[in-house]
């Protein structure tokens, strides 16, 4: 079974405007973390914001914010007032608690949003 | 600055040919992963190192190993790749906190092209 699915491959958005990337994810595990990450067409994985299972409160970043809806199971990405360089690919991804060796990161199958001018 | 570093950005190696792709860290982290990313899908975990502890994914190719010799370099080792090993990786870092961490800091990545 999936663990983090991102369900829109490709998004357009207009400048200005914000967009809203859509993140579910499936864990038994109590203690977790949701993580996204922009990765534009150089290659490079640029950390974008940070949600913890027990945060009270949904994560904001800049014009980065996090939709953290825990019974749901859903952590989507808000940017808010696109801009022409947000074009890249964002990739979701969850951390378990549960593996002692490291923390392990597990990735969605990533949204390619392309803001229009 | 503090950063995760990736030689070389680009590699191009041919069939068969074994090929060594290199990460290296001034972070002081932990834990360094190797993340292999096919175009237009997801970076999928191959490895980690824990400390000096070796972390193999189980639907990892025998033919990619990995080496860590020390704390700051960790080395992806492809013995005879094949065409469909071409890829992006990606080498990552991170200090386990017990727990709680902010984040994981990558390299900008080598991409692989195999002829």
């Known amino acids: 079974a999936q663990k983090i699915t991102q369900t829109q491959p490709g998004m357009f958005v207009q400048e200005k405007e914000a967009v809203t990337l859509d993140c579910t994810y499936d864990t038994s595990d109590p203690s977790y973390g949701l993580f996204w990450y922009k990765q534009p067409s150089s290659g490079e994985m640029i950390f974008l914001i940070y949600?913890?299972?027990?945060?009270?409160q949904n994560a904001t970043e800049g014009r980065y914010s996090l939709n953290f809806q825990k019974a749901r199971k859903s952590a989507n990405l808000v940017i808010s007032a696109s801009q022409l360089g947000d074009s890249a690919m964002y990739f979701c991804?969850?951390?378990?608690?549960?593996?002692?060796?490291?923390?392990?990161?597990?990735f969605g199958g990533g949204t390619r949003v392309l803001v229009k001018p | 600055d503090a950063m995760v570093i990736q030689n070389p950005r680009y590699q191009v190696t041919q069939f068969g040919k074994p090929v060594t792709l290199s990460c290296s860290q001034t972070?002081?982290?932990?834990?360094m992963y190797w993340y292999q990313q096919k175009s237009s899908q997801a970076p999928k975990l191959l490895f980690h190192y824990y400390d000096k502890d070796f972390n193999n994914e189980a639907d990892t190719p025998d033919n990619f190993q990995s080496r860590r010799p020390n704390t700051s370099f960790c080395f992806l080792d492809i013995r005879s790749p094949g065409l469909g090993d071409a890829a992006m990786y990606l080498c990552?870092?991170?200090?386990?906190?017990?727990?709680?961490?902010?984040?994981?800091?990558f390299g900008s990545g080598t991409r692989l092209t195999v002829v």
């Open positions: 991804a969850m951390r378990e608690a549960y593996l002692a060796a490291g923390n392990k990161l597990t």
């Open positions: 972070l002081n982290h932990n834990v």
């Open positions: 990552a870092t991170s200090r386990d906190l017990g727990g709680r961490d902010y984040g994981y800091t």
């Open positions: 949600q913890g299972s027990y945060d009270q």
